[in-house]
Antibody, heavy 119, light 107 residues
Framework: QVQLQESGPGLVKPSETLSLTCTVS????????WSWIRQPPGKGLEWIGH???????NFNPSLKSRVTISVDTSENHFSLKLSSVTAADTAIYFC?????????????WGQGALVTVSS | EIVMTQSPATLSVSPGERATLSCRAS??????LAWYQQKPGQAPRLLIY???TTDTGISARFSGSGSGTEFTLTISSLQSEDFAVYYC?????????FGQGTKVEIK
């Protein structure tokens, strides 16, 4: 069974860049779409963007100007960069796999990584 | 962007009773609708996709219905492990969007 694990700094200063990596184990990153989703503490879920193993991407327009998602198939991981962060970007960041290799719902999730934006 | 609206925000139910959760889309999403369960400190878990199909390993207590703009998640007989927050999500249009969640609590 595939497992996903987020990693990266838990504290980022305002105006700097948030960087997270999602390592996939128990399965190949190939032939699937992979997403980043975030959840401010005590609030709902917001889809950030996705990447296909080939490198094609799609982003939420609300974040598109600040988001980069990349994939490394040799390392079986994909990464998120969010630039110019503010306190509003404080959230739990989840990585997730799309069901069946399509762009549909999310059938596997990482445990989440809390990222706090504060000086 | 398609706005997903869930009701009620909180549902108080006694164990063994049926729970009915609603999700409305601001425009048709056909049957491209998923339901997730989230417990405190955990990631969401996929319950239902295609509006009506139960994901692998999910209890038959969970069922989904609806199409277009109106959807329902039914939990037939609530067990202690079912008390959680439930989210609907559309995957018909970009960006993918979620409802704000319904918290199912013990009455």
């Amino acid at each position: 069974q595939v497992q996903l694990q987020e990693s990266g700094p838990g504290l980022v200063k305002p105006s700097e860049t948030l960087s997270l990596t999602c390592t996939v184990s128990g399965g190949s990153i190939s032939t699937y779409y992979w997403s980043w989703i975030r959840q401010p503490p005590g609030k709902g879920l917001e889809w950030i963007g996705h990447i296909y193993y080939s490198g094609s991407t799609n982003f939420n327009p609300s974040l598109k100007s600040r988001v980069t998602i990349s994939v490394d198939t040799s390392e079986n991981h994909f990464s998120l960069k969010l630039s110019s962060v503010t306190a509003a970007d404080t959230a739990i960041y989840f990585c997730a796999r799309h069901l069946w290799g399509g762009m549909g719902p999310f059938d596997s999730w990482g445990q989440g990584a809390l990222v706090t934006v504060s000086s | 962007e398609i706005v997903m609206t869930q009701s009620p925000a909180t549902l108080s139910v006694s164990p063994g009773e049926r729970a009915t959760l609603s999700c409305r889309a601001s425009q048709s999403v056909s049957n491209y609708l998923a339901w997730y369960q989230q417990k405190p400190g955990q990631a969401p878990r996929l319950l239902i996709y295609g509006a009506t199909t139960t994901d692998t390993g999910i209890s038959a207590r969970f069922s989904g219905s609806g199409s277009g703009t109106e959807f329902t998640l039914t939990i037939s007989s609530l067990q202690s492990e079912d008390f959680a927050v439930y989210y609907c999500q559309q995957y018909d249009n970009w960006p993918r969007t979620f409802g704000q969640g319904t918290k199912v609590e013990i009455k």
